[in-house]
Nanobody, 120 residues
Framework: QVQLVESGGGLVQAGGSLRLSCRASGIIFSINTMGWYRQVPGKQRDLVASIASGGSTNYADSAKGRFTISRDNAKNTVFLQMNSLKPEDTAVYFC??????????????WGRGTQVTVSS
């Protein structure tokens, strides 16, 4: 099994920055994707950004140019640097891990989420 622990959420004014971190522990396959999703009450969980173990990245249109995803493979940790935050970025942000190998290949593992609130 895999455990994901997020940190770095909080309250920030519009235009400010936050850096989210998520560390994965347990049985970690070297080939995997880690990412960040966000969810507001009553809506589906949407992709913000993802990064493969090889380094390729994928961003939602809303995140392009403002957010940067990165990872430290040696520490099984993924980061999301969020700049120029807007009130509409307010959501619970969830860390995601998807291995490509083993019994759980292709399955999603989720963290508990961290609240990001951007005030206007």
């Amino acid at each position: 099994q895999v455990q994901l622990v997020e940190s770095g959420g909080g309250l920030v004014q519009a235009g400010g920055s936050l850096r989210l971190s998520c560390r994965a522990s347990g049985i970690i396959f070297s080939i995997n994707t880690m990412g960040w999703y966000r969810q507001v009450p009553g809506k589906q969980r949407d992709l913000v950004a993802s990064i493969a173990s090889g380094g390729s990245t994928n961003y939602a249109d809303s995140a392009k140019g403002r957010f940067t995803i990165s990872r430290d493979n040696a520490k099984n940790t993924v980061f999301l640097q969020m700049n120029s935050l807007k009130p509409e970025d307010t959501a619970v942000y969830f860390c995601q891990y998807r291995p490509y190998g083993g019994a759980y290949s292709g399955s999603n593992f989720w963290g508990r989420g961290t609240q990001v609130t951007v005030s206007s």
